[in-house]
């Protein structure tokens, strides 16, 4: 079964970091784009970052470009988002979703900034940043 489980989410004080992770189970990571979604109550979901099955093409939204990293190790089937800098209205449940790419060569070097384009998705971890 194609799982999965966002953790690490938190509260911390702006200024500080957190590192999500997504940790997925049932299928074989490297086949699979990853991307990080956010949703603020009473906001639509919004695309965080993206990484390409390859690892070797990664984007940012541009609010969060310079303060978040994101990165894969399929070994351990997880994806890893490094946030840091953190300010309140990064304030907001995370989600991360998967995207097959198969072996194909073209999309291997792809990843996709929206949610309609990705066909798993996490339950989500909660991200407060506040004094």
């Known amino acids: 079964q194609l799982q999965l489980v966002e953790s690490g989410g938190g509260l911390v004080q702006p200024g500080g970091s957190l590192r999500l992770s997504c940790a997925v189970s049932?299928?074989?990571?490297?086949?699979?784009?990853i991307g990080w979604f956010r949703q603020a109550p009473g906001k639509e979901r919004e695309g965080v970052s993206c990484i390409s099955s390859s690892g070797s093409i990664t984007n940012y939204a541009d609010s969060v470009k310079g303060r978040f990293t994101i990165s894969r190790d399929n070994a351990k089937n997880t994806v890893y988002l490094q946030m840091n800098s953190l300010k309140p209205e990064d304030t907001a449940v995370y989600y991360c979703?998967?995207?097959?790419?198969?072996?194909?060569?073209?999309?291997?070097?792809?990843?996709?900034?929206?949610?309609?384009?990705?066909?798993?998705w996490g339950q989500g971890t909660q991200v407060t940043v506040s004094s």
């Open positions: 979703a998967a995207k097959r790419t198969y072996y194909s060569s073209i999309y291997r070097n792809r990843c996709w900034a929206e949610t309609y384009d990705y066909d798993f």
């Open positions: 049932g299928f074989t990571l490297d086949e699979y784009a």
